[in-house]
């Protein structure tokens, strides 16, 4: 886009992920920048994140990402480098102000504003869903870098307002089958599920491989309650009649995991457009999603009336570039996919 390059030495999205917000700061990747954030902890915003404790002034996260990402992914820390940050309480930087404000997606997610002396506004949303009531709106932000995730125009789920009530009446379902549930689903989401069952009565016991678990009672020290949760290698499990027992995705399609044959077996996928279905006697698998369709992402643009939007292709390339196209030529929003995939070819 013409006249963009200078804008883009400092506010822009790298091949590497890394989202650069000013001056000063940079979410989600490495970047020779003062500060960086880290919006929530799912692997492909945690890239780098070892090398910025090492070159980095100063990391800011919520405390709930902070217990995910040293729990489940190794991340070591020396109290005096990391910064615990609540949601819309600034901190400045110089002369750069960066402030948390909530988004739906994982516990502890985030979307970050940074202002800076001139009173440039500069939003990044990391992860959401549930623009308007979950996620923040901001209004009024001169540059507004996306996730695209879902920002082809075919990714919509009509049902997402209905995806919890959904997901409990499949559960309800397996439950009939088997008192034995098995859900295979993502960290984050699964936490998220557990919150949900527990809210609709649900109070078998969850179980859970051990990290995950000392995860969990981290998390309820920040104020969460899980119920009745056990590690998986904790001999009471063997004697269970009934349970749900929680199982990573990855062991699936990496085929560590098969379903089991002597309980039901739930996926939860955020690529199934549908509600759900059944895929064998004992299987479901449940269109659950922690993004934005592609409605929910346009109106989440439109609603921070935008001065520029650029859209994250480091993580989805084609449908960035899409989603930069369409608010081009249907709405008239200038909107760029960054970086180009000509130079992700690079
Ligand atoms: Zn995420």
Redesign the pocket.
Known sequence: MDGLAPLFQRIDVKPNGSILLGNFVNADGFAKKQVRVV??A?L??LGGLQKSHSYQGMILMTPETFVYASNLYNFKATKSKVKNMRYGNPIKIWSEKITFLKAD??LG?VQVLVENEKGLRVLYS??FKNPGWGTEIVEDVDILIVDATYGCPHMIRDYKDRQEEILVDVVERAMKYSEKVVIFSYY?KSEEVILILRRWGFDQPVIMERRHYNTLKELERLGYNFGEILPSDHPDTKRLDEGIFLVHLNRLNRRKEQLRKDTSNIILSGWFFEPYRRVAENAWEVGFS??ADFEDTIFYIIQNKPGLVITDASRSGKCAEALARYLKFRYGIKAVARPSQLSMLL
């Open positions: 919006t929530h799912h492909d915003h997606h994982i997610s990391g992860d984050g922690d993004h």
